[in-house]
């Protein structure tokens, strides 16, 4: 019978193969939960989408594909492979049944330094907090590439299929669960606080001395505001006095404030943030860069 895949595991495509499944797997399970996680936390606009933002998700799946197959296989050809080969070590001086034991334990090692190096950097630079998410990625990360290890190692017949299989399954279990806790109450998704006009009222300021002051009469005043960025990409000011407008909405993601104040440019701000720290936000400069101006109450802190 004609070799196959499935029937020689011992060389380096036969053991990348299931090694690169695995870190797949782990991958789409990571992005589920962060994606379940980030729904509880404030980010502007979450509630949001487009369908111009669906179009562009569909389109450039394809290449977000590739590009997580291409970078899952590199993390198993440089870190899961040399981790397998340290686990056939710990088998030929220990015995076969300490393979999996040994090629674990060393898992460890490479994942560690491979998802501590950034923070640890960043710790070594700006303090120790960087030092400590290095510390607590660690045992994740190696966790993560030790079972890689341990099934490429695998003599099951049908690994592939095994690990795709569950795979799947795993993270169909994970969605479900995370849309039930959402849908039963058990965990509350993210939205604005939901606020009255008169909650508007007061000076908000963006930290680094810009001002706007919101009348209770409708009047702005307005101070050091950023408004966008010139052609050299240095950020430009405005200032005066006008007027302003609140628009309630259907809902909490509905509620803006319309702002004609001077030499800013008229536009509508969002409410974010929490109900202990509120928050007028809106993006500057060019459509497409994204830039993100957010305000405080004063008195609120950072």
Do not use: K, N
């Not at 569909?58 to 686990?87: H, K, M, N, R, Y």
């Not at 990625?137 to 095994?162: D, Q, Y």
């Amino acid at each position: 019978m004609a070799a196959t895949w499935e029937g020689r595991r011992t060389g380096v495509a036969g053991r990348l193969v299931p090694a690169t499944a695995v870190l797949l797997v782990e991958g789409v399970l990571a992005a589920v939960l962060l994606t379940l996680h980030g729904f509880t936390q404030p980010s502007p606009g979450a509630g949001g989408g487009s369908a111009l933002g669906i179009l562009v998700l569909l389109v450039l799946s394809p290449f977000v594909v590739a590009f997580a197959v291409a970078f899952a296989g590199g993390l198993a050809l440089v870190l899961v492979l040399p981790t397998v080969w340290l686990g056939e070590r710990f088998a030929g001086l220990l015995g076969e049944g300490w393979a999996r034991l040994g090629g674990g334990a060393a898992g460890l090692l490479p994942g560690g330094l491979l998802v501590a190096a950034v923070p640890l950097g960043a710790g070594v630079a700006a303090g120790f907090s960087g030092a400590v998410a290095g510390a607590v990625l660690w045992l994740p990360a190696g966790a993560a590439l030790a079972v890689a290890a341990a099934v490429s190692g695998s003599r099951r017949p049908r690994l592939l299929r095994a690990v795709l299989g569950r795979g799947a399954l795993a993270v169909a279990v994970v969605l479900a669960l995370g849309v039930a806790a959402f849908a039963s109450g058990l965990v509350e998704e993210y939205r604005p606080p939901r606020l009255a006009r008169a909650a508007l009222v007061g000076t908000w300021t963006d930290g680094r001395g810009g001002t706007l002051e919101l009348a209770a009469d409708g009047t702005a005043t307005a101070a050091g505001l950023a408004d966008s960025w010139d052609v050299d990409d240095e950020e430009l000011e405005c200032g005066g006095r006008g007027t302003w407008t609140y628009e309630p909405g259907s809902g909490a993601w509905g509620q803006h404030v319309g702002l004609g104040v001077g030499s800013c440019a008229d536009g509508s701000w969002d409410v974010g943030g929490t109900a202990e720290r509120v928050t007028l936000y809106r993006y500057v400069g060019d459509p497409d860069s994204g830039d993100l101006y957010e305000l405080t109450r004063a008195g609120d802190g950072p």
